[in-house]
């Protein structure tokens, strides 16, 4: 099987070696990311500029774009044949609950579903990663599984591991969502000529992290694995706002 | 009602001020709004550099950041009283299908959802955008509606609207959001050093374009809503997943 | 005689308008200029990625890259026929001293020099500026001498002017640039997670402001007028250093 | 000696690494350089973000700025002593005549001679450079001779190498810089969406490649080594327009 691995930190950072170097052992692997860091990167796309790729010194191909541009490149033209599989990260830090919608990451992940392959995210939790091994061998053996069980054609799976040791891990949860309260967490400063700037600042706390979210699980030891859909639809609000809307004239 | 009117095609584009000229009627409107054109944005944050905001000649407030930060910062910073309704637009053409995930526009009215309040992305479906009049009375009039039949929290809506005089418009129908083919869309080409370059392409052809979707509303002359999740767990998923989970051993 | 007016502040600054505005009572004037703010930009250019041009809503050409980028694809591609004159400004704020090779604005002259054409780059001196109109005046009259005097081909003109009402200003003085003492200006701080982020601070005091210098004209309310070279080779050390290059055995 | 090296390919670049195997042999040598490719950057500042430093897998210190950036926060910030010299380079590719204007590399050695220290930029003529090992033996030596032959405190050093094996370089001239005519290097063409775009081309022909010139010099196999002046002050123009600026009246 093939895969193309990509990430959001840059085709130099050290999760996806790490990670490289985990499924070499099972797969056939190509790597083919960013050229520089593109946390915060969210599913934006070069489309006013042109691409390019070329090799750099650890054998990887780097592209002068995003998660999402990486990636559209190496499955369509770069590649041949194409993926059977698009692998993400190993993120430097979390992609739990609201936050994934600004992940590079999981919009990796995206990127590869919209093309027409399955596609995951692969996460480490902590601020300063030292564990990426841990989260490597929890990829690796989800990966096999999911041969066995696809997924529906508009899911994508997001994966976040603790920052332990692999023999620490509790286990591993299938997860919702968690959601953070976000309001408060811009910070005001000034920069040496007195002009106020603003940062986002670290981020809210959660405000539903119970059991059963992204959140719980990885706060207890074990590996969150959530399933995503590409779908976006709010079918249940369907029925009632075909109704209200004729209320609206024109 | 205060309404923080955004963009991603930036805060000197037509489509923003049509839609401004058409609200400021009926509610209070504060524009906050990227310092450039910033299509294709997605959800992207600037994270490593900090944002600043400052009034450009047509009185409007610009954000030198992508429209995720623009509502950000407006929302929670520049803003007092912090507004009640977030809306994004009159975007300069269409965010239908699979696309709503590339556009800062919906973006926009995400972050706007995510710091807790109702949010409305509007769309002018064409190439070469006329009539951001008949979008700026729709978008008006569904604001009007939307006050009675307010949206779950977790909730946006996504309007495109037909490049069309008012009078030519068909009507209003509730979406779902189709499907496009989009494997085949890169050219590649080369510079003037004939180095190779690819190019996002025209894009695909629609796969599900049929009743119901947002792609055929727009196609027969109706203005299309479409109610989005933010939530993106696939929660059909996770039983099976969880079943199948176990016979993963780490 | 055709103008080709340009500026490093981007078409929407104040600083360009209101040089338009007096140049257009005498010249023909075409402005195409940065499509945001490039202060800092020197004579980068665009290498990588291509270059587009549009109209904004002043009727200005914008140039999606540098103040060099702007002049070099106005004149050589967008205007017909070519210019006889390009003039950059009114920069907002000083262009002085060892300043100037970090400047836009001087790098926008610098290009319409090495394309064949004299160049002119005006900047007020204030951190606030005011008092275009008396720059405006300034250059308008400036120009109209430069006819009648033209400067050799490897030459071009740096104009500073004091943020004065027009009957205040002192007169005009022909300089040398001085220098200031940069060593010092950087400021270490924390962004909100506490890492160290540096600054340019304000700029350091000047070392070599003496009589003669642009520095001391302006703080004396006239006008600095300093003619700068595009051949930076150091004439007057070239027969030396070839002595005791053959020292040097490979 | 302390050696602050930097270049503008970026500090994973194949011809930063060389200098650095060759000068650490004789020198205390320390990397600060861009963390992506900045050619073409000139002079330009990163004026309204923060800068940052981290260090990279090949042990080198990375900066997200412009190398004028880089060497600042290297020698200001960064390196404790400061350093006594700064180098730049081997640039991929050629800096000679008025193109030395636009170039990273040569504005990195500007910006450490401003801020007191001698200065050198290196550069390996060719489009796919291959003999590194030639252009970093040339600097190690020149360097050497240069500590006993200071410049003058305005003045930096401009190197250029053809691309041949050490044993078929000629020698070493000292040039002056050559010109080149550049009217006619754009190329327009269009994106995939029919829109006009304008590109840079290929180099035009040298107009000022005679005898003495750093063209001349590298076309016959020598080493070039122009001296450049960092005070741009025409001083032969400004008698002569001194007289002249007396009949403008304002």
Redesign the interface.
Known sequence: MKILLSNDDGV?A?GIKALYEELIKHFDVSVVAP???C???????????????YK???GFTAV?G?P?DAV??G???LLQPAPDLVVAGINHGANLG?D???SGTV?AA?EGR???MPAIAVSLVSNQPKHFQTAA??TA??IE?LL??P??S??IININVPDLP?GQ?Q????T??GHRH????????Q???Q????????LGKELDAGVGTDFHAVANGYAS???????????K??A???E??N????
Chains 1, 2, 3, 4 share one sequence.
């Open positions: 130099h050290q050229d520089r860091n946390s915060g990167a969210s599913n934006s796309l070069t489309l006013m500029n042109p691409l390019r790729a750099v010194t650890n002068n995003t999402s559209h490149l499955a369509t033209q609201d994934t919608i600004y919009a995206t919209h093309l027409g061998v929890v053996k989800f599984r066995q069980h997924l529906p508009d899911q692999l891990l286990g591993i949860q299938v919702r969502l976000k309001a408060e967490t811009m910070k005001k400063m920069d040496p000529w002009r106020d700037i603003y940062w986002y600042g670290p694995i959530t399933p995503l859909t590409i779908d976006m639809t709010a079918y609000s369907m009632k706002m075909t209200w809307i209320e609206l004239s024109l």
